[in-house]
């Protein structure tokens, strides 16, 4: 059974459904994230198609993107993360991309920018790797605490986001904010409690299902609560960005 209830957490880590609130102390950033990939997703055909997803890790969107012709995944070794729990096709130094010129009709790349030591050319070779009016979805924090230290180094206003891309020679289409002020503040105090008691208590594993259920999720339903009735979109956790070559 907990290995059962871990697998059902894990599941709703990137792709939470509505319930997902009650275990999943980030609900609100995560749902945020996956509503903007599923959005993007449900807008094009892929048939036929080869995408790549840069900065893969484990893949957590690929099912989105069925139909597809290629699904094929980039990182880097490290980071933070433990290899053998990212489900990569090719590793990769973090900076150039060893694949042919205009090879792919989109390309990915989610919560990986803030990470990347020279951003420019992270942009440049994705627009390199980019078939000639191929489409780039990316996403990135605006608003979060220092995360996989220490390789986190930048957070872009949308017009840093526009000027980079420019610089790259893409042109931005669109960019959306994935939650309004009071759900970013939701979602700050949620993942600053359920953090620091983690960090705390005795026996945090087998607290943390009760952390995230009694104080975690009524903060972030009273937060999705007052974005809903007080909409403000000033603040937001994480800027979603579709671009064109």
């Known amino acids: 059974m907990p290995g059962k209830i871990k697998q059902i957490i894990q599941n709703n880590f990137f792709r939470p459904g509505w319930y997902s609130v009650l275990i999943n102390p980030y609900f609100i950033a995560r749902r945020g994230l996956h509503k903007q990939i599923k959005d993007f997703s449900s807008s094009q055909d ?10 893969c890790g484990q893949k957590p969107y690929q099912s989105l993107f069925s139909g597809a012709e290629q699904y094929f995944g980039i990182d880097i070794e490290g980071g933070g993360h433990y290899d053998g729990a990212k489900t990569v096709d090719k590793f990769y130094d973090g900076q150039h991309i060893p694949l042919a010129d205009a090879s792919f009709d989109y390309v990915i790349c989610t919560q990986v920018l803030e990470h990347a030591a020279n951003p420019t050319l992270m942009l440049g070779e994705i627009a390199r790797v980019l078939k000639p009016g191929g489409q780039l979805f990316l996403t990135m924090p605006f608003v979060w605490s220092e995360h996989e230290i220490p390789f986190d180094f930048r957070r872009f ?19 959306q904010d994935t939650t309004g002020f009071f759900r970013t503040i939701g979602q700050l105090s949620s993942a600053f409690i359920f953090e620091g008691l983690s960090r705390h208590l005795p026996l945090r594993h087998a607290f943390q299902p009760l952390i995230a259920l009694m104080i975690c999720a009524p903060i972030q339903i009273g937060a999705i609560l007052l974005d809903w009735i007080f909409p403000n979109r000033g603040l937001t956790l994480d800027y979603a960005v579709r671009a064109r070559k």
């Open 46 to 55: 892929f048939s036929g198609r080869k995408i790549l997803d840069v900065g």
């Open 157 to 175: 206003t949308r017009y840093e986001h526009a000027r980079l891309l420019k610089a790259s020679g893409l042109e931005m289409v669109t960019i």
